[in-house]
């Protein structure tokens, strides 16, 4: 009997193996090993040519948080730019979602099929489209010249507010497609029994559909804000390379610079505003929140 | 009244959602089909940027590397995410939560961190030749996880009793994967290859931190162009295919779901 169960209990490990076995092997290898890497690589001094000194230092931090103020300003601005590419999204993207969902009627696929193609194709040509259209020399300048509605032409890339309106461009559907997957998730029941017990569609909004979308918004949010966090190409597209957020340093450091310590620093510093980031969603989303946006 | 209001309002906000997300895309569309070289200004309709396309040995070397390297990517990450997937449904063990949890972590970490991390990784520690082994293991990396979720998804909707019952008509292991599990797994399976294949081929930030010298995929090859400003008629024509690839892609899955919906 017990050499019986231990047979079947071996047999299960068995069938561990080829089933996890080769996504854990993978995980480890190049996920959770170049992370343990930089992360070691972050506490080394950068030597004379930039290159590693084996020896442990806080120097990096020091510079990139407290030193130069360019440095910390990339990390602060890319906190603020992403909350507010977060909240204009989620102000835009909530409404959206809902009309879609409410109204959206027979056309209800066609609209969400124009949400997710976006989505799907390739992110510096998006970018490129923006730029192309609202640049100097742009098109919507050129078009508004012609007409003679303006007599200059109005440059606004490279400027703070045009990587904010590039970010929102470029995350704007991943804000919507969660948000719209709850607000379908809800029990229609619920709704009519908010108005039999006598709530008014204002307050039936705000006490029963908003809290029923809360795991939407919460995904909506991981899936607008960590990007955006960590968004590299939009300030170099769009901003010129003039406003720098934290992903330009690490791009800087790494690729330009071959500051292989600094980067690291700066990536650990960013991976850890997004690990605490998650683990304040979850807290406040719960784990299947998080696991119903993939 | 007052709901009337707050409806256009949301109409309103609708209106103009849609058209920021899509005005500056139909825009480049019908400017590729522009004869002026240099972009902002209409001149006159042509496709003749098309034809340069397929006429650019170098677009078209890069168009096959990214099509090389969406494929490898697509089926290795597809292979092991599936059976990831599967795994983590059926079985319990020590540390399931914690791999569900990890496998989430290369695509909920921005892009930029991991492909630095894997830079570094690949050419100080591990050293893998920058360009095809680098951009595939990273690429795999990145969307195996997606088809572990793909999978964890479907595999709450199958009926589990026919693979019971596989195994109790006295079908050993290879047999009931063979004949009940994969061809039950195989929407899930077909899913997970129609969103990586696009992720792959569309993936910029990754590639270009591994990719090393002489590897330029087509996002590379856009970056460079754009970078140089060189010839913007011919980024749009290029802009227009990355476009129109992923509505393919999507029809792709809507004619699967008709297909399965008539045979049941």
């Not at chain 1, 490129?128 to 003679?148: D, E, R, S, T």
């Not at chain 2, 591994?210 to 010839?231: H, I, N, Q, W």
Request: aromatic content about 14%; glycine content about 8%; proline content about 5%.
């Amino acid at each position: 009997m017990a050499a019986s169960k231990r047979a079947t209990k071996i047999k299960a490990k068995l069938h561990l193996l080829p089933t996890v076995g080769p996504i854990s092997i993978w995980i480890l290898l190049f996920v959770f090993a170049p992370v343990a890497v930089i992360v070691v690589i972050s506490f080394m001094a950068t030597g004379p040519a930039g290159g590693i000194l084996p020896k442990f230092s806080l120097e990096n931090y020091r510079v990139l948080l407290f030193g130069g103020s360019e440095y910390g300003n990339a990390v602060l601005r890319s906190i603020l730019y992403a909350f507010v590419t977060n909240m204009i999204c989620l102000c835009v993207g909530f409404p959206m979602a809902y009309w879609i969902s409410k109204y959206g009627g027979r056309f209800k696929a066609l609209l969400l099929f124009l949400i997710i193609v976006p989505s799907w194709s390739c992110y510096i040509v998006r970018i490129y489209a923006l730029k192309q259209l609202v640049g100097f020399p742009g098109i919507l300048n050129n078009f508004l010249l012609n007409l003679g509605i303006i007599s200059s032409p109005i440059n606004i890339l490279y400027t703070p507010g045009a990587v904010v309106l590039g970010l929102i461009y470029i995350w704007l559907p991943f804000m919507v497609l969660p948000i719209y997957a709850s607000l379908e998730g809800i029990n229609p029941a619920l709704l009519e029994a908010s108005l039999d017990l006598g709530a008014n569609p204002r307050s039936q909004f705000l006490t029963v559909t908003l809290p029923l979308t809360k795991g939407g918004i919460f995904g909506g949010t991981i899936l607008t804000f960590i990007p955006a966090l960590g968004d590299w190409l939009v300030p170099l597209l769009i901003g010129g390379n003039r406003v720098w957020m934290a992903g330009n340093l690490i791009e800087h450091f790494l690729v330009v610079r071959g500051r292989i310590a600094m980067a690291s620093s700066m990536a650990v510093i960013l991976t850890a505003a997004v690990v605490l980031l998650i683990y304040m969603f979850i807290k406040l989303g719960g784990e299947e929140s998080m696991e119903r946006i993939v | 009244m007052k709901v009337l209001n707050a409806r256009k309002i949301n109409t309103v906000l609708l209106i103009a959602g849609y058209l920021f997300i899509w005005g500056p895309i139909v825009v480049l569309g019908i400017f590729s089909f522009n004869a002026n070289a240099y972009g902002v200004k209409w001149e006159s309709l042509t496709y003749k940027w098309y034809v340069d396309l397929f006429h650019t040995s170098a677009i078209m070397k890069a168009v096959l590397r990214s099509l090389l390297i969406a494929s490898i990517t697509t089926v290795c990450a597809t292979v092991i995410g599936t059976l990831a997937g599967y795994g983590l449904y059926k079985y319990r063990f020590f540390g399931r939560r914690a791999l569900r949890m990890s496998v989430l972590l290369p695509i909920t970490v921005p892009y930029v961190i991991m492909a630095g991390a894997l830079l570094v990784y690949f050419t100080r520690i591990a050293h893998i030749p920058l360009g095809y082994p680098a951009i595939i293991i990273a690429h795999i990396s990145f969307s195996a996880p997606l088809a572990v979720f793909v999978t964890l998804g479907r595999m709450q909707r199958i009926n589990w009793s026919l693979e019971e019952a596989s195994v109790d008509l006295g079908a050993n292991t290879i047999t009931t994967w063979r004949k009940v599990t994969i061809p039950l797994l195989l929407p899930s399976i077909f899913a997970s290859a129609v969103l990586i294949f696009p992720w792959s081929f569309n993936d910029f930030t990754v590639t270009y931190f591994v990719a090393g010298v002489g590897t330029t995929t087509l996002p590379l090859y856009l970056f460079s162009m754009l970078e140089y400003s060189l010839k913007p008629v011919l980024i749009n024509a290029i802009s227009l295919i990355f476009i129109v690839m992923p509505i393919f892609f999507i029809f792709l899955i809507y004619l699967y779901k008709e297909g399965v919906k008539q045979k049941g």
